[in-house]
């Protein structure tokens, strides 16, 4: 898909720790340094430097309630802040869930051809994979037929290619002398 604009973001982890603590102060403005830690999973330490290096950009803004108490907010230009790079990962995974929707397809319509097929079987556990390959299926984005198999009943072994996504799932069908193609590895290559 192609966007009359091009927003490209950069993120290093820095900001992404920045990310998430405007974001959890945006949620939590009587929250303390140790809870934003302990709900982050970043050290004291890390989270008082990257407060420091907020509130001197201007995004927090700290609220003495007494000498050891403080209370955290977003400044208006926080809020900004946080949308803005909420808007830049956003499009940032929108793009990159687009190119995996794109190599998958390649490869399978690839395998589809290779196995001069009509049917292109992907057989693994319900989850987010799983749901992806259906909406592709749904929009006609393969040039053969798709089921999407969740149980070995339904797998016909004797139809080429099962296609797998997950290391399990390969494991256990090469096992028991069924061929699968583990479309992850692929497209690692």
């Known amino acids: 898909m192609n966007n009359s604009f091009d927003y490209k973001i950069m993120i290093t982890p820095t900001q992404n720790k920045e990310l998430d ?49 403080v209370k955290y907010f977003l400044t208006p230009a926080g809020i900004t802040n946080k949308i803005e790079r909420t808007y830049g990962y956003i499009v940032r995974t929108y793009r990159e869930v687009e190119s995996l929707s794109n190599r998958i397809v390649a490869i399978a319509n690839h395998l589809a051809v290779s196995h001069s097929t009509e049917i292109i079987q992907f057989y693994g556990p319900k989850d987010d994979f799983s749901n992806l390959v259906r909406d592709l299926a749904s929009m006609n984005k393969f040039t053969a037929d798709v089921a999407v198999i969740h149980t070995r009943k339904e797998l016909d072994i004797t139809s ?10 390969e494991k256990s069908l090469t096992s028991t002398g069924i ?11």
């Open 21 to 69: 603590v405007l974001s959890y102060i945006g949620n939590h403005n009587d929250a303390t340094q140790r809870q934003i830690s302990e709900h982050l999973g970043i050290s004291l330490g890390t989270i008082n430097i990257v407060l420091k290096r907020l509130v001197t950009k201007g995004l927090v803004k700290i609220e003495r309630l007494q000498p050891n108490s």
């Open 179 to 189: 061929p699968c193609v583990n479309i992850m590895e692929i497209m690692t290559l």
């Open 160 to 169: 080429a290619p099962i296609i797998v996504w997950k290391e399990e799932t």
